[in-house]
């Protein structure tokens, strides 16, 4: 797919770990009250600017109808591309908690509307009883394939103290796959591997692609690598007998190098598909 650069004040083209979520992004707002123990916004440089425990409006946006108009305007300056790549909600908050979600559903339906596939990961499972986005699910003309839900699930509820379970996630997920969405899971980070393989078991009659990506910011030797190797491949092989895809993140793929040679990794990996739902081909 030939490259699209967009640098706009609500979408915008993805680089590094966050392209293997979604070629354009989107965000409204910084800040999440969750308090992932783990989360990347919370440490380094970023952390000052995204990593706050509240939900705001982006400084680069007056109010909220200034952003749904900046939405607009650059989602329609990018029409033809966008209907390619689709748009990534949201990299720098949750954007289906109380206070995004309205300003997600806007651009979730502006974006249906006009042919765009989207994709939104979160960790609340509040917003499926939530009327105006329940009312808008169950309208008959949504293009339920172009809607894609995804959550994140680690098992862990204790390094996420102020989200919704994992098990209530998984609940909502049910519930989105059964109206005929599409949906996905992030196993990442994988905090430990007895909890990844949970939720993947718990999650695999509704689930329809997942991502597996490794703890970021951890010292080398977090991950044993026996163990390391051996969960990957039989969290690999345990999706795909399901019937499900599954994407291994980079930083999954560089520890199963670690683990393996190449024969078996490539074994492994030939049964995954990559970034863009596609089989995996090996690199050359």
Request: aromatic share 10%; charged share 30%.
């Amino acid at each position: 797919m030939e490259e699209l650069i967009i640098n706009g004040k609500a979408i915008y083209t993805t680089k590094g770990a966050a392209r293997e979520y979604g070629r354009i992004g989107c965000n409204f707002y910084t800040g999440c009250p969750h308090n992932c123990t783990y989360c990347y916004l919370k440490r380094g440089a970023p952390s000052k600017q995204l990593g706050g425990n509240e939900a705001v409006l982006k400084k680069c946006f007056k109010d909220e109808e200034d952003a749904r108009q900046v939405f607009i305007r650059e989602t329609l300056k990018h029409l033809d591309r966008l209907r390619q790549t689709g748009i990534f909600f949201s990299f720098t908050t949750d954007p289906l908690i109380p206070e995004t979600r309205d300003l997600t559903k806007f651009a979730a339906v502006f974006a249906n509307h006009h042919g765009i596939p989207v994709k939104i990961l979160t960790k609340d499972a509040g917003f499926i009883n939530y009327s105006a986005v329940v009312d808008y699910l169950s309208a008959p003309d949504v293009e339920r394939d172009d809607i894609t839900f995804g959550f994140t699930l680690t098992g862990r509820d204790d390094m996420e103290p102020n989200a919704w379970s994992n098990r209530d996630r998984i609940i909502a997920m049910r519930r989105l796959h059964n109206m005929g969405f599409p949906t996905f899971a992030s196993i990442e980070p994988v905090i430990d591997w007895q909890h990844a393989r949970m939720v993947v078991t718990l999650s695999l009659d509704c689930c329809d692609h997942y991502k597996i990506g490794l703890r970021s910011g951890v010292k080398k030797d977090y991950y044993d690598l026996v163990a390391g190797g051996m969960n990957i491949r039989e969290l690999t092989q345990l999706i795909v007998k399901a019937g499900r895809t599954v994407y291994l993140k980079e930083s999954t793929r560089a520890l199963l190098r670690r683990c393996f040679k190449e024969e078996e990794c490539e074994r492994i990996l030939a049964l995954t598909v990559d970034m863009d739902g596609q089989l995996y081909r090996k690199e050359v």
